[in-house]
Nanobody, 119 residues
Framework: QVQLVESGGGLVQAGGSLRLSCAAS????????IGWYRQAPGKQRELVAT???????NYPNSVKGRFTISRDNAKNTVYLQMNSLKPDDTAVYYC?????????????WGQGTQVTVSS
């Protein structure tokens, strides 16, 4: 199992920056993918940024060029640097990892951290 603890959310003005952190513990050696998702009120959860097992990153057009996912393997921590924030970025942000155990994949989610961008 993997436990995820997110931090770094808060209130920021439009155009500002925040950095989210997600610390993983437990069976971190089995992680094959890691990423960030967000969910705004009344909307579905959507992808924000991911790292694949090969190290490739992926961003939707809505955040490309503004958000950057990075990781510190020594600390088992993944970060999401968010720049040029917009009110539309307001949401609860969730860290997600996918682990592989034999032929089985498992999904783990953090508790979420609120990001509010004021206009």
């Amino acid at each position: 199992q993997v436990q995820l603890v997110e931090s770094g959310g808060g209130l920021v003005q439009a155009g500002g920056s925040l950095r989210l952190s997600c610390a993983a513990s437990g069976s971190t050696s089995s992680i094959i993918a890691i990423g960030w998702y967000r969910q705004a009120p009344g909307k579905q959860r959507e992808l924000v940024a991911t790292f694949s097992s090969s190290g490739r990153t992926n961003y939707p057009n809505s955040v490309k060029g503004r958000f950057t996912i990075s990781r510190d393997n020594a600390k088992n921590t993944v970060y999401l640097q968010m720049n040029s924030l917009k009110p539309d970025d307001t949401a609860v942000y969730y860290c997600n990892v996918v682990t592989s155990s034999g032929a089985r994949l498992h999904d783990y989610w953090g508790q979420g951290t609120q990001v509010t961008v004021s206009s």
